[in-house]
């Protein structure tokens, strides 16, 4: 699987769009993109999944250019409930097998008052 | 609501004594998953069940065993565990055959080792 590659950590105010940009050179062609979440001292979240072009959820918004060897997660307008760490997955989609999740070192998205 | 579900949430074990931690779910999936996240680092995946078959994570130690005594159970036997298995251990589930691959975590085991 392509390994990522994300910023450790990012700071942000409340009410401002974060941008996380993840990048994943050796994508291959049945590799999707996907985004969990994770507060403290809870399980990770699922929030979005693409595989090109721009997808957008009741949560965020995915940006994934033509080569897909990059994709950006867009939170639009944080709150400070949104300061946890944030995960991009390449994940190789087969229809009707286990689809492993190998994390990555994940951002820690800090949002301030 | 549907749901993973970890018991307990802490559980504190002296060096060396066996220890079991357990994940129920209802959400019908017939993939389970466990993870070990130790502090501030990522999750790492131990194995996984799907249905009553064992996949075993090739660097995962052999003080780590998994049961899965049917489709709602799975539990995490740590036969000897040392000061180095204390971690976050997550259960995690998925339905393949959905054709969708998101996984649905529990909310954790914390082992403390004494």
């Known amino acids: 699987l392509a390994k990522t590659t994300q910023p450790i950590s990012m700071d942000s105010y409340e009410g401002q769009e974060v941008n996380i940009t993840c990048s994943h050179n050796?994508?291959?062609?049945?590799?999707?993109i996907t985004w969990y979440q994770q507060f403290p001292s809870q399980g990770p979240r699922f929030i979005i999944q693409g595989y090109k072009t721009k997808v957008t959820n009741e949560v965020a918004s995915l940006f994934i250019p033509a080569d897909r060897k990059s994709s950006t997660l867009s939170l639009p307008r944080v709150s400070l409930s949104d300061t946890a760490v944030y995960y991009c997955?390449?994940?190789?989609?087969?229809?009707?097998?286990?689809?492993?999740?190998?994390f990555g070192t994940g951002t820690l998205l800090a949002v301030q008052p | 609501d549907a749901m993973v579900i970890q018991n307990p949430r802490y559980q504190v074990t002296q060096f060396g004594k066996p220890v079991t931690l357990s994940c129920s779910q209802t959400?019908?999936?017939?993939?389970m998953y466990w993870y070990q996240q130790k502090s501030s680092q990522a999750p790492k995946l131990l194995f996984h069940?799907?249905?009553?078959?064992?996949?075993n994570e090739a660097d995962t130690p052999d003080n780590f065993q998994s049961r899965r005594p049917n489709t709602s159970f799975c539990f995490l036997d740590i036969r000897s565990p040392g000061l180095g298995d204390a971690a976050m251990y997550l259960c995690?589930?998925?339905?393949?055959?959905?054709?969708?691959?998101?996984?649905?975590f529990g909310p954790g085991t914390r082992l403390t080792v004494l």
């Open positions: 069940y799907y249905d009553k078959d064992f996949n």
């Open positions: 050796n994508i291959a062609t049945n590799d999707y």
């Open positions: 997955l390449v994940v190789r989609q087969r229809s009707g097998a286990t689809n492993k999740l190998i």
């Open positions: 995690a589930t998925s339905r393949p055959t959905s054709g969708f691959n998101e996984q649905f």
């Open positions: 959400l019908n999936h017939n993939v």
